[in-house]
């Protein structure tokens, strides 16, 4: 169905999947982006667990990303540039001195070419980006297809896939921010990751390079705990995020379908999993929401109303030597796969 028109004249339009267990996901091709996902609750209620807005405007004012895709290359790349074969690739400076989520014009700005298919897991969406060579200062013809597909294992999976014409960067995720309630804040979830180590950053949110061990810290997450918590003691490292804003290290070998993370809400029973083959996945508890962004149904988006958990590469890796590489060559193809599941206890 149709979604608006972009000031330039061009169609957005807005597709539902559904499955048989009364989940349904709304997604645009503006971005790529999940405006909505209602399921059960405990007691059979569909309720909206994602945030989202209402209209296309809306989604061209904000500047929080509200459940798109990102890319060339989600996170951060420290001062805007990296180096590849020799050559130093400058790209578009959008957060202080670095490059974030994919410049100013990342793939959360850009319209997908969209087809609405039948998979044999259920219905799906499938998305066609080309990224031109030198777009935002990335190299080489970019082809990205994301294949977004709802099963009756009521799982959301996220296909990623790509190819390039010149050696280039790429690290892609969806930015998604969850409240499983479906009103107030996040922060009396209950949150386990499968992750003995987290990404420490300094003050301008960039890697130090160090894979630190979350034991005897905040960010110690390997028992389920209330993302609330610890948020607010005394500790560097959620100074300088002011609040979770981290890359998680998974606890898995190579590239396999590894459960990440797992997120349970009790007032409402809802209970979500994230499952990649990514090696990292970015904790992000909304500390930067401020109300400026108004919902469906009106609901203002304030600090904690969402949280996200974003599966990736690790941030800045073409600037850290002992980061996995996130270097895409021609002949190659760049793959991967997030699953979100949701069910109730």
């Known amino acids: 169905m149709a979604f608006g028109i972009l000031p330039d004249g061009r169609a957005v339009q807005l597709f539902t999947l559904r499955n048989d267990n009364g989940i349904e996901v709304a997604i645009t091709n503006y971005g790529g982006a999940v405006i909505s996902i209602t399921t059960p609750d405990r007691r059979g209620e569909p309720g909206e667990v994602v945030l989202g807005c209402a209209t296309l405007q809306d989604y061209v004012d904000q500047a929080s990303y509200l459940g798109a895709l990102i890319g060339r290359y989600a996170n951060r790349v420290s001062r805007s540039r990296y180096a590849l074969d020799g050559q130093t690739h400058t790209l578009v400076t959008n957060e202080g001195a670095n490059h974030l989520h994919g410049g100013l014009r990342g793939f959360d700005k850009v319209v997908w070419d969209a087809v609405a298919l039948t998979s044999a897991k259920g219905p799906a969406l499938k998305l066609d980006y080309l990224s031109r060579d030198g777009e935002q200062g990335y190299p080489g013809n970019l082809s990205v297809t994301v294949l977004y597909t709802l099963d009756d294992a009521n799982q959301l ?187 109730v206890r």
């Open 157 to 343: 999976g996220i296909n990623y896939r790509a190819t390039t014409d010149l050696p280039t960067i790429i690290n892609l995720t969806n930015h998604t921010y969850f409240n499983l309630a479906g009103r107030g804040h996040i922060l009396d979830h209950q949150l386990q990751m499968n992750a003995d180590r987290f990404t420490p950053i300094a003050a301008d949110s960039i890697p130090t390079g160090e894979l630190r061990n979350v034991a005897g810290t905040p960010f110690d997450f390997r028992k389920a705990k209330a993302v609330g918590a610890h948020i607010g003691a005394e500790d560097e490292q959620l100074t300088f995020g002011e609040g979770y804003d981290h890359n998680y290290v998974i606890n898995k070998r190579g590239s396999e379908l590894t459960l990440a993370a797992e997120v349970f809400e009790k007032s409402s029973g809802r209970l979500m999993t994230v499952s990649t083959t990514e090696p990292g996945l970015q904790l992000y508890s909304g500390n930067f929401l401020n109300g400026s962004v108004v919902g469906t149904a009106g609901r203002v988006f304030d600090r904690h109303s969402g949280f996200c958990l974003e599966a990736q590469h690790f941030p800045d890796s073409p600037n850290q030597p002992s980061f996995p590489s996130t270097v895409l060559r021609p002949g190659e193809i760049y793959r991967q796969t997030t699953l979100y599941q949701f069910s």
